[in-house]
T-cell receptor, first 115, second 111 residues
Framework: SAVISQKPSRDICQRGTSLTIQCQVD?????MFWYRQQPGQSLTLIAT?????????ESGFVIDKFPISRPNLTFSTLTVSNMSPEDSSIYLC????????????FGPGTRLTVT | DAKTTQPNSMESNEEEPVHLPCNHS???????IHWYRQLPSQGPEYVIH???SNVNNRMASLAIAEDRKSSTLILHRATLRDAAVYYC????????????FGTGTRLKVLA
Protein backbone atom coordinates (compact mmCIF):
# COMPACT_ATOMS: atom_id res chain seq x y z
CA SER A 1 0.00 0.00 0.00
CA ALA A 2 0.97 3.64 -0.16
CA VAL A 3 0.24 6.44 2.26
CA ILE A 4 -0.28 9.84 0.71
CA SER A 5 -0.37 13.20 2.38
CA GLN A 6 -1.36 16.51 0.86
CA LYS A 7 -0.67 20.05 1.95
CA PRO A 8 -2.52 22.21 2.56
CA SER A 9 -5.66 20.31 3.50
CA ARG A 10 -7.71 23.38 2.70
CA ASP A 11 -7.22 27.01 1.78
CA ILE A 12 -9.19 30.10 0.93
CA CYS A 13 -7.53 32.23 -1.73
CA GLN A 14 -8.25 35.47 -3.48
CA ARG A 15 -8.99 35.74 -7.15
CA GLY A 16 -5.89 36.23 -9.29
CA THR A 17 -3.46 34.55 -6.90
CA SER A 18 -1.80 31.14 -7.18
CA LEU A 19 -1.67 28.18 -4.83
CA THR A 20 0.77 25.29 -4.84
CA ILE A 21 -0.48 21.96 -3.53
CA GLN A 22 2.01 19.37 -2.35
CA CYS A 23 1.63 15.61 -2.56
CA GLN A 24 3.98 13.37 -0.58
CA VAL A 25 4.07 9.57 -0.80
CA ASP A 26 5.70 7.24 1.69
CA UNK A 27 7.26 5.06 -1.02
CA UNK A 28 8.77 5.50 -4.46
CA UNK A 29 6.23 5.42 -7.26
CA UNK A 30 6.56 5.82 -10.97
CA UNK A 31 3.40 7.66 -11.84
CA MET A 32 1.35 10.20 -9.99
CA PHE A 33 -1.98 11.61 -11.04
CA TRP A 34 -3.73 14.85 -10.24
CA TYR A 35 -7.52 15.05 -10.16
CA ARG A 36 -10.03 17.81 -9.63
CA GLN A 37 -13.39 17.26 -7.99
CA GLN A 38 -15.78 20.18 -8.26
CA PRO A 39 -18.53 20.48 -5.63
CA GLY A 40 -20.93 17.55 -5.84
CA GLN A 41 -19.23 16.17 -8.95
CA SER A 42 -17.11 13.20 -9.90
CA LEU A 43 -13.34 13.26 -10.27
CA THR A 44 -11.77 14.69 -13.41
CA LEU A 45 -8.21 13.81 -14.31
CA ILE A 46 -6.01 16.87 -14.77
CA ALA A 47 -2.67 15.33 -15.64
CA THR A 48 -0.27 12.45 -15.23
CA UNK A 49 3.13 13.20 -13.74
CA UNK A 50 6.17 11.01 -14.31
CA UNK A 51 9.44 11.69 -12.58
CA UNK A 52 11.97 13.26 -14.91
CA UNK A 53 9.59 14.20 -17.71
CA UNK A 54 6.95 16.76 -18.52
CA UNK A 55 3.49 16.09 -17.19
CA UNK A 56 0.85 14.90 -19.63
CA UNK A 57 -2.32 16.98 -19.50
CA GLU A 58 -5.85 15.89 -20.28
CA SER A 59 -8.09 17.74 -22.66
CA GLY A 60 -9.23 21.02 -21.17
CA PHE A 61 -6.23 21.46 -18.87
CA VAL A 62 -3.08 23.36 -19.78
CA ILE A 63 0.34 23.70 -18.25
CA ASP A 64 0.14 27.48 -17.87
CA LYS A 65 -2.89 27.14 -15.63
CA PHE A 66 -1.87 23.97 -13.77
CA PRO A 67 1.93 23.65 -13.77
CA ILE A 68 3.14 20.41 -12.20
CA SER A 69 6.50 19.49 -10.80
CA ARG A 70 7.77 15.97 -10.12
CA PRO A 71 11.29 16.35 -8.72
CA ASN A 72 11.61 12.81 -7.35
CA LEU A 73 9.75 9.52 -6.96
CA THR A 74 7.95 10.46 -3.74
CA PHE A 75 6.84 14.04 -4.31
CA SER A 76 4.86 16.21 -6.68
CA THR A 77 3.28 19.65 -6.69
CA LEU A 78 0.33 21.09 -8.56
CA THR A 79 -0.03 24.84 -8.86
CA VAL A 80 -3.37 26.43 -9.58
CA SER A 81 -2.46 29.74 -11.25
CA ASN A 82 -4.34 33.00 -11.60
CA MET A 83 -7.27 31.57 -9.72
CA SER A 84 -10.92 32.39 -10.29
CA PRO A 85 -13.99 31.24 -8.32
CA GLU A 86 -14.47 28.49 -10.93
CA ASP A 87 -11.28 26.87 -9.62
CA SER A 88 -12.94 26.20 -6.27
CA SER A 89 -12.68 22.42 -5.99
CA ILE A 90 -11.06 19.57 -4.19
CA TYR A 91 -7.73 18.64 -5.72
CA LEU A 92 -6.50 15.08 -5.20
CA CYS A 93 -3.33 13.27 -6.07
CA UNK A 94 -3.12 9.55 -6.56
CA UNK A 95 -0.39 7.03 -7.14
CA UNK A 96 -0.12 3.53 -8.49
CA UNK A 97 0.94 0.77 -6.19
CA UNK A 98 4.18 -1.10 -6.31
CA UNK A 99 5.16 -2.97 -9.45
CA UNK A 100 2.52 -5.54 -10.24
CA UNK A 101 -0.06 -3.92 -8.00
CA UNK A 102 -3.41 -3.03 -9.48
CA UNK A 103 -4.62 -0.58 -6.88
CA UNK A 104 -4.36 3.17 -6.95
CA UNK A 105 -4.11 5.10 -3.75
CA PHE A 106 -5.57 8.54 -3.33
CA GLY A 107 -4.60 11.36 -1.07
CA PRO A 108 -7.13 13.02 1.24
CA GLY A 109 -7.48 16.01 -1.07
CA THR A 110 -6.98 19.76 -0.82
CA ARG A 111 -10.16 21.78 -0.57
CA LEU A 112 -9.67 25.11 -2.35
CA THR A 113 -12.08 28.01 -2.16
CA VAL A 114 -11.46 31.05 -4.34
CA THR A 115 -13.17 34.29 -3.37
CA ASP B 1 -12.31 5.76 -23.47
CA ALA B 2 -15.11 3.44 -22.41
CA LYS B 3 -18.13 5.21 -20.97
CA THR B 4 -19.92 3.98 -17.86
CA THR B 5 -23.49 4.50 -16.71
CA GLN B 6 -24.55 4.18 -13.10
CA PRO B 7 -27.69 5.20 -11.20
CA ASN B 8 -27.18 8.52 -9.46
CA SER B 9 -28.30 7.24 -6.07
CA MET B 10 -29.52 4.18 -4.24
CA GLU B 11 -30.77 3.43 -0.75
CA SER B 12 -30.44 0.34 1.36
CA ASN B 13 -31.39 -0.71 4.84
CA GLU B 14 -28.62 -1.60 7.21
CA GLU B 15 -27.68 -5.29 7.29
CA GLU B 16 -29.32 -5.92 3.93
CA PRO B 17 -27.52 -6.75 0.67
CA VAL B 18 -26.95 -4.02 -1.89
CA HIS B 19 -26.54 -4.50 -5.62
CA LEU B 20 -24.91 -1.55 -7.39
CA PRO B 21 -25.16 -1.81 -11.19
CA CYS B 22 -22.83 -0.40 -13.81
CA ASN B 23 -23.21 -0.38 -17.57
CA HIS B 24 -19.99 -0.34 -19.60
CA SER B 25 -21.17 -1.47 -23.00
CA UNK B 26 -18.16 -0.02 -24.86
CA UNK B 27 -15.51 -1.69 -22.73
CA UNK B 28 -12.59 -3.16 -24.66
CA UNK B 29 -11.86 -6.86 -24.54
CA UNK B 30 -8.75 -6.42 -22.42
CA UNK B 31 -9.99 -3.86 -19.92
CA UNK B 32 -10.79 -4.86 -16.38
CA ILE B 33 -13.72 -3.43 -14.46
CA HIS B 34 -12.58 -1.58 -11.37
CA TRP B 35 -14.69 -0.33 -8.51
CA TYR B 36 -13.67 2.43 -6.15
CA ARG B 37 -15.65 4.15 -3.45
CA GLN B 38 -15.34 7.59 -1.92
CA LEU B 39 -16.37 8.02 1.68
CA PRO B 40 -17.40 11.52 2.78
CA SER B 41 -14.48 13.96 2.88
CA GLN B 42 -11.96 11.32 1.77
CA GLY B 43 -10.20 10.32 -1.42
CA PRO B 44 -11.44 7.26 -3.31
CA GLU B 45 -10.39 3.82 -2.16
CA TYR B 46 -10.11 0.59 -4.07
CA VAL B 47 -12.94 -1.91 -3.65
CA ILE B 48 -12.54 -4.68 -6.19
CA HIS B 49 -11.76 -5.44 -9.83
CA UNK B 50 -12.34 -8.24 -12.31
CA UNK B 51 -12.09 -9.25 -15.96
CA UNK B 52 -14.59 -12.00 -16.77
CA SER B 53 -15.20 -14.18 -13.76
CA ASN B 54 -17.04 -13.16 -10.66
CA VAL B 55 -14.72 -11.98 -7.91
CA ASN B 56 -14.93 -11.90 -4.14
CA ASN B 57 -12.87 -10.16 -1.52
CA ARG B 58 -13.35 -9.09 2.07
CA MET B 59 -15.16 -5.92 1.08
CA ALA B 60 -17.51 -7.02 -1.68
CA SER B 61 -18.32 -9.29 -4.60
CA LEU B 62 -18.26 -8.38 -8.26
CA ALA B 63 -20.60 -10.06 -10.70
CA ILE B 64 -19.68 -9.54 -14.35
CA ALA B 65 -22.16 -10.22 -17.13
CA GLU B 66 -21.18 -12.85 -19.65
CA ASP B 67 -20.98 -10.25 -22.45
CA ARG B 68 -18.99 -7.93 -20.12
CA LYS B 69 -21.23 -5.01 -20.95
CA SER B 70 -22.36 -4.65 -17.38
CA SER B 71 -21.35 -5.55 -13.87
CA THR B 72 -22.80 -5.44 -10.38
CA LEU B 73 -21.02 -4.65 -7.16
CA ILE B 74 -22.54 -6.57 -4.29
CA LEU B 75 -22.24 -5.53 -0.67
CA HIS B 76 -23.54 -8.54 1.22
CA ARG B 77 -24.56 -6.73 4.38
CA ALA B 78 -24.60 -2.97 4.15
CA THR B 79 -23.44 -1.03 7.18
CA LEU B 80 -23.62 2.67 7.89
CA ARG B 81 -19.91 2.84 7.10
CA ASP B 82 -20.65 1.76 3.54
CA ALA B 83 -22.43 5.03 2.79
CA ALA B 84 -20.31 6.47 -0.01
CA VAL B 85 -20.17 7.23 -3.71
CA TYR B 86 -19.30 4.11 -5.68
CA TYR B 87 -17.54 4.42 -9.02
CA CYS B 88 -17.03 1.76 -11.64
CA UNK B 89 -14.37 2.40 -14.24
CA UNK B 90 -12.81 0.23 -16.93
CA UNK B 91 -9.08 0.01 -17.32
CA UNK B 92 -6.00 -2.15 -17.27
CA UNK B 93 -5.19 -4.08 -14.14
CA UNK B 94 -2.33 -1.79 -13.33
CA UNK B 95 -1.86 0.75 -10.63
CA UNK B 96 -0.32 3.07 -13.19
CA UNK B 97 -3.46 3.26 -15.28
CA UNK B 98 -5.18 6.65 -15.49
CA UNK B 99 -8.80 6.22 -14.47
CA UNK B 100 -11.65 8.11 -16.06
CA PHE B 101 -14.38 8.28 -13.44
CA GLY B 102 -18.06 8.50 -14.30
CA THR B 103 -20.74 10.08 -12.16
CA GLY B 104 -20.88 7.23 -9.65
CA THR B 105 -23.72 6.04 -7.43
CA ARG B 106 -24.32 7.66 -4.07
CA LEU B 107 -25.32 4.91 -1.65
CA LYS B 108 -27.37 5.87 1.37
CA VAL B 109 -27.66 3.29 4.15
CA LEU B 110 -30.64 3.59 6.44
CA ALA B 111 -30.36 2.53 10.07
Amino acid sequence: SAVISQKPSRDICQRGTSLTIQCQVDSQVTMMFWYRQQPGQSLTLIATANQGSEATYESGFVIDKFPISRPNLTFSTLTVSNMSPEDSSIYLCSVGGQRGSYEQYFGPGTRLTVT
Amino acid sequence: DAKTTQPNSMESNEEEPVHLPCNHSTISGTDYIHWYRQLPSQGPEYVIHGLTSNVNNRMASLAIAEDRKSSTLILHRATLRDAAVYYCTPGRASGTYKYIFGTGTRLKVLA
